[in-house]
């Protein structure tokens, strides 16, 4: 059962990855004037009540730790991230978010596609796609 919830995990992750990929390609050469034209790209500003948009998504409170994991799914190494996940959520360290989970932008990296969250009622902070918020 864990194994096929970290395949579905990493399925979901990869393909986030992928859009992920090919958004930050398309903006980021053109400048300031293409902000109008991205329309579809979330608007992230600090503090904003925002919502997870689907289950499987998860972050890290060390956002080093969220890239290494990041990089394992894009390694396609379903047992280094299936570890490191697991390792991350039993330290606290990482979480797993549920749909339509209310959170709050506390920090951002735009030019990575990372936001960093916090949920509605408590303080820890989680580093995660900025796709994962809408």
């Given at each position: 059962?864990l194994r096929?919830?970290?395949s579905?995990?990493l399925f979901v ?15 980021g ?8 034209s991205?329309?579809?790209?979330p608007?992230v500003?600090?503090g904003?009540?925002?919502?997870i948009?689907?289950?499987h ?8 730790y969220?890239?290494?994991l990041?990089s394992?799914?894009v ?9 490191g ?6 330290a ?11 959170v709050?932008?506390t920090d951002t ?5 990372l936001?960093?969250v ?8 989680y580093?995660?796609?900025?796709e994962?918020v809408?």
């Amino acid at each position: 059962m864990l194994r096929h919830l970290a395949s579905l995990l990493l399925f979901v992750l990869l393909l986030l990855l992928s859009f992920g990929s090919s958004d930050s390609g398309s903006g980021g050469g053109s400048g300031t004037s293409s902000e109008p034209s991205t329309s579809s790209a979330p608007a992230v500003t600090t503090g904003q009540d925002k919502r997870i948009k689907d289950d499987h998504r998860f972050g890290c409170s060390d956002r080093e730790y969220f890239e290494k994991l990041i990089s394992y799914a894009v390694q396609k190494d379903n047992q280094a991230f299936s570890q490191g996940l697991a390792a991350g959520i039993l330290a606290g360290s990482c979480t797993m978010f549920t749909a339509g989970e209310q959170v709050y932008i506390t920090d951002t990296a735009i030019f990575s596609g990372l936001v960093e969250v916090r949920r509605k009622g408590e303080t820890q902070e989680y580093w995660t796609n900025l796709e994962a918020v809408e």
